[in-house]
């Protein structure tokens, strides 16, 4: 019952909402119909009033009503008859009408409120309610316009019954079928909000499943449909994704640390162990911290760019791209790390002024900066390194309105990468051969390809052993 408690509580609330709406809806209904029927019964008594004011002529004898219906009735009034349509008793739709002078004198019809309406004045064309009995009734009252009998009222009458019985018949009608129409809808809230909850109940089976097993692999299957519940369906499976890449990526580290720092630990450890086995003289002890102090600073290197290259992989939003000076970057860079002088390598830039794109200033001053220092650490004594930033020719696209593409190269005349090496060299900690395995630690192109691919940028490599190595990015220009 715990689990259901959204659901039960969504339905109920959904129960009153509609319980509401539909005591609203017959409240409003029965004031429409209340008010629709009045208005069809006093046209009803309107109508049926005016049809037999005109079934009443003034005539001198007999003879001459019988010339106009043979079936009329007369009544002796004022030195003549007033000949009366023989169906002008006749009851149509509970209408009654009755003939009145205009002192109140009644000369013909039925008037069932004729005591209370007693010296009552007429009031023509006019409807107005009375009380007979528990029975209320409309009055209607209109003056006959007949030559030489002006002064003549038909007064017509109906009761409200009918309108109460339709009324009530209504309301039972609807205290039958609401109380059914109620409960379908109500059970047909409670499986509807049950569906729509149901990616809900997933996404905590698929948690616990999670928690229980610890298989981030696992992902939530919502099903076909569109809607926020499946978007937070979609939401999580992305959270799942990538806790599990920080995952995968925690353990790469965990794994890569172990493997890289053994060696110099070891080392560190040999060094001591040696050291401590006998006295040594000072010469010797300044020699093992030496030892120690180049492997620790090793490991702080490795530790340090294996913590940055951790943070591009799992935070790549603390990195934005913004409008940037290539130009000027890559000119910056070249000219401070020509003072290095490694080996004796000359570096020089030949760099195009004012290309621009869209980039992260930290980030591509360590792209650079590593492509360099490979090209120094590879490099042949005396050697050569060439920094080069240039647009591209003009493309197509670029016909069409966009900006030329550019191209960053490092090229050294150094020791060159192998054929069967070069697709390998921007994994982590790859060593070609062991003449390249004391150089680095092998995160400095993988950092390179990460921070390429952060700015949807293209690698190219060319090499030949001996003759030296080109590093290219290709960026987008803006």
Known sequence: MRKRTIQIRTTLLYALILLVLVTLTVLLFRTVSISVLQKTIRSYLVSATNENADKIVRVQS?????????????????????????????????????????????????????????????????????????????????????????????????????????????????????????????????????????????????????????????????????????????????????????????????????????????VIMAQVELTLSKDRTDGEYRDALRVIRRQAGRMNALINDMLDYTRMEQRKQNYPLTDLDLSHLVNNIALDMALLRENDITLTQDVEEDLHINGNQVLLTRLIQNLISNAYRYGKENGTIVVTLKALPHTEETVRGKAPKIRLSVADNGVGISEQDLEHIFDRFYRADSSRATKGNGLGLSMVKKIAELHNATLEVTSKEGEGSTFAVIFAGI
Not at 180 to 193: C, D, E, I, R, S
């Open 62 to 266: 007999r003879e001459e009503a019988d010339e106009i219906d043979p079936g009329s009735i007369l009544i002796a009034h004022d030195g003549a008859y007033l000949a009366i349509d023989d169906d002008f008793m006749d009851i149509i739709n509970d209408v009654t009408c009755s003939l009145y002078t205009e002192e109140g004198e009644m000369l013909y019809g039925e008037n069932p409120l004729a005591r209370q309406m007693e010296g009552r004045a007429f009031e023509n064309s006019h409807i107005y309610q009375l009380a007979n009995e528990g029975i209320n009734y409309y009055v209607y009252d209109r003056k006959l316009i007949i030559e030489d009998a002006e002064h003549l009222w038909i007064r017509g009458m109906v009761p409200l019954t009918e309108s109460v019985r339709q009324i009530s018949d209504i309301t039972r009608m609807l205290l039958f079928v609401l109380p059914l129409f109620f409960l379908l809808a109500l059970t047909g809230g409670y499986f509807v909000t049950g569906r729509m909850l149901h990616p809900i109940r997933t996404m905590e089976r698929t948690a616990v499943e999670i928690a229980q097993g610890s298989d981030l692999t696992r992902r939530i299957d919502a099903g076909k449909g569109e809607g926020e519940l499946h978007d937070l369906a979609g939401a999580f499976n992305g959270m799942l994704d990538e806790i599990e890449a920080s995952f995968a990526a925690e353990q790469r580290f965990t794994s890569d640390a172990s493997h890289e720092l053994r060696t110099p630990m070891s």
